[in-house]
Each structure stands twice: as structure tokens, then as C-alpha cells.
């Protein structure tokens, strides 16, 4: 079967919904979206139960809809900061974009389910029926950020002696039958198990943490978008904006930002971080 579509959207989670929802606001095109899983979100369906967003919510999802509010967190590490979502409240946020803003128009259709294969070749993962859908305006690509996650990917090193390696979605279950963890990985995911464990209460000598490198991380005060902040966050930007104004090397812009700025954070001043992937954070107490 040969059908058409304006814009045929390859993957639908941020990216792909991010793009879906100002199409549909503001043109009255077709748009198909094609996903591989059975839910619009990403890898958001994937979370593991201890996962938030990483910055306040105003910052994240799409435009037409807030994700979140502006409450503030009483206690835990990110106390006095604007909570972050759960992800279980940020896969929500996509279905509800899909099924309150984008399906009500009647120009949008959502394949979940589905491979986009050839560039035009839709394959049902249930059933195998093909449908080739041909896109008159774009074919779009929602997928190049995706991020690989320790639930799907393969692991590029092999496990010997009977340890246990889980992905995170395991540790809150697993953890409680060990007394030593060794967490790889210096990424957010990587972080945020550590952080769990520590919140928990483990104690930092229980802990093993392999990095391949370390990274900065933003200073999650300079993003806070609440009223109660915003005089905060504009001095943090304001001084940001002057310390890349006079900075004469990557060096000298890394140094300032987190000794003038106070924008950049990095776990050890003994060691330069080689890596950003913009992973923001408070400084955590043990940490
Ligand atoms: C655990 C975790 C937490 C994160 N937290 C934050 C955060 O707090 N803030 C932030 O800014 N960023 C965060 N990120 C970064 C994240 O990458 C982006 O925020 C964003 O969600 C990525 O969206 P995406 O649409 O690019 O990718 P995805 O969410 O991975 O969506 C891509 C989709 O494309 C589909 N797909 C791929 N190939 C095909 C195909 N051939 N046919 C059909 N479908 C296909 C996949 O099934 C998938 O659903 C986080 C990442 C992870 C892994």
C-alpha cells in the first residue's frame, strides 16, 4: 500500500514531538509519526524509577504545553531549587502532547510500533504489513540525538566472577542484596545511580566509580527559571556572559565560569574534565 503525508517524522520522542507540535500549531500540514516503541516519549518509556529531569521542567518538553510547575523542593539534595520532574511525569507529558494536542487535529497520525525503514518504507514490529508512506514536503530524522541507554544497548565489556551488573532499572530492587557497587559510566545516568545509592544512605567507602573521564556539569542554581530565583539565575548569566566575553582560551572561559560564574561544576579540582554533555547538578553533600 502507497499512501502520503506532508512530513514524515522519523522517531517520536522529544525531538520528534518537539517538532510535531509547532508543525501542527502553525500550518495546516499532514504530519505522520512513525516510532519504534509502543508509546510516544522515547526513551522516557524506558526510565528507571529514581529518574528526574535534570533541570526545572519549564526548560523541557514541548512548546505549546508546560510540563511542570514552579514548586519548590523542602528537603533531599536539590532543597530550596524548583523540583525536577519524575520520568514517569515526563513520558506523561509527551502522551498527553499526543493524545490532547496533536491527534485532536485530525492531521496527525501516530504509528507506535513501527520501523521506518528505506526512508519511506513504514514496518509494522507486530505484524509485518509494509506500508510505503511518501512524504510531499520532508522526510525528518528525529532520530540523531537519541541517546543509547544501558537497557537496550550492548555492553562493550564482559562480566566475570558471578558479579552482578544490572541497569539502573534493576538497582532499586537488586541493591538492597549488596553491600559494594562499582558504577560505571560518568554520564547522567552513570551520576544519578551514584547519587541514588549515596541518597540512600550507602557510604561513599561502599562505593566504586569508573569514568572514562570526568565532565563538567552545570551548576543547576544558574538555570532556575522560577520568580523567587530569576534575580539569582540573571546575576549567575550576567557574570557567565562576561567571564566568555574576556576569556582568551577554553581554559581561561572552563576557569572562569566556575570560580567568577560559579556556572561550571567538576568533581575534583585536581583534575581538568575533558568531556560536557551539559548533565546539570547541585553539589551533593558527599560528593
Ligand atoms: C536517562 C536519561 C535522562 C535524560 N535527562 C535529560 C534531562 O533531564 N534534560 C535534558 O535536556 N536531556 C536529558 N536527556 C537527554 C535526552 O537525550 C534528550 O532530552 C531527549 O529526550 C532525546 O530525545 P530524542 O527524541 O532525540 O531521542 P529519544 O527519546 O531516544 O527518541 C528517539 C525515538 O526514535 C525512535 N526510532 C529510532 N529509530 C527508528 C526507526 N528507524 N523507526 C522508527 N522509530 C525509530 C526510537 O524508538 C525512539 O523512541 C536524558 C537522556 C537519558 C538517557
Redo the contacts with the bound molecule.
Keep these: 500500500m502507497t499512501t502520503t503525508t506532508d512530513y514524515l517524522i522519523?522517531?517520536?520522542?522529544?525531538?520528534?514531538l518537539g517538532f510535531a507540535d509547532t508543525l501542527a500549531r502553525e500550518t495546516d500540514a499532514h504530519i505522520t509519526l512513525?516510532?519504534?516503541?509502543a508509546a510516544p516519549?522515547?526513551?522516557?518509556n524506558d526510565?528507571?524509577s529514581f529518574?528526574t529531569?535534570?533541570?526545572p521542567a519549564p526548560l523541557?518538553g514541548v512548546a505549546s504545553s508546560p510540563l511542570g510547575d514552579e514548586v519548590i523542593d523542602p528537603q533531599g539534595c536539590n532543597a530550596g531549587l524548583m523540583r525536577l520532574p519524575s520520568g514517569g511525569e515526563v513520558a506523561v507529558h509527551f502522551r498527553r502532547v499526543l493524545q490532547e494536542r496533536l491527534l485532536p487535529t485530525g492531521r496527525v497520525r501516530f504509528l507506535p510500533l513501527?520501523?521506518?525503514?528505506h526512508d519511506v518504507e513504514v514496518v509494522s514490529l507486530l505484524t509485518g504489513a509494509r506500508e510505503r508512506i511518501v512524504p510531499k514536503k520532508a522526510l525528518v530524522d528525529?532520530?540523531l540525538?537519541?541517546?543509547a541507554?544501558p537497557l537496550r544497548h550492548s555492553r562493550s565489556f564482559t562480566v566475570e566472577g558471578g558479579a552482578a551488573c544490572v541497569p539502573p532499572q534493576a538497582l532499586p530492587d537488586q541493591a538492597p542484596g549488596f553491600r559494594h557497587f562499582v558504577i560505571i559510566g560518568g554520564g547522567?545516568?552513570g551520576l544519578d545511580s551514584l547519587s541514588w545509592l549515596l541518597d540512600q544512605g550507602v557510604a561513599p567507602a561502599q562505593l566504586w566509580w569508573v569514568v572514562p573521564r570526568d565532565a563538567w556539569w552545570s551548576n543547576r542554581r544558574a538555570v532556575q527559571t522560577s520568580a523567587t530565583h530569576r534575580a539569582g539565575t540573571l546575576s549567575m548569566m550576567r557574570r557567565a556572559a562576561e567571564v566568555m566575553a574576556g576569556a582568551a582560551s577554553v581554559q581561561d572561559f572552563c576557569e572562569g565560569l566556575e570560580r567568577d560564574a560559579g556556572t561550571l561544576m567538576r568533581l575534583s579540582r585536581d583534575v581538568w574534565p575533558t568531556m560536557y554533555h551539559?548533565a546539570s547538578r547541585v553539589r551533593h553533600q558527599t560528593l
Excluded: F, S
Design positions: 522519523k522517531g517520536c520522542g522529544l525531538m520528534g512513525v516510532d519504534e516503541r516519549g522515547g526513551h522516557w526510565a528507571y529518574v529531569l535534570h533541570q523541557y513501527h520501523r521506518l525503514e528525529a532520530t540525538l537519541q541517546p541507554i547522567k545516568t551539559a
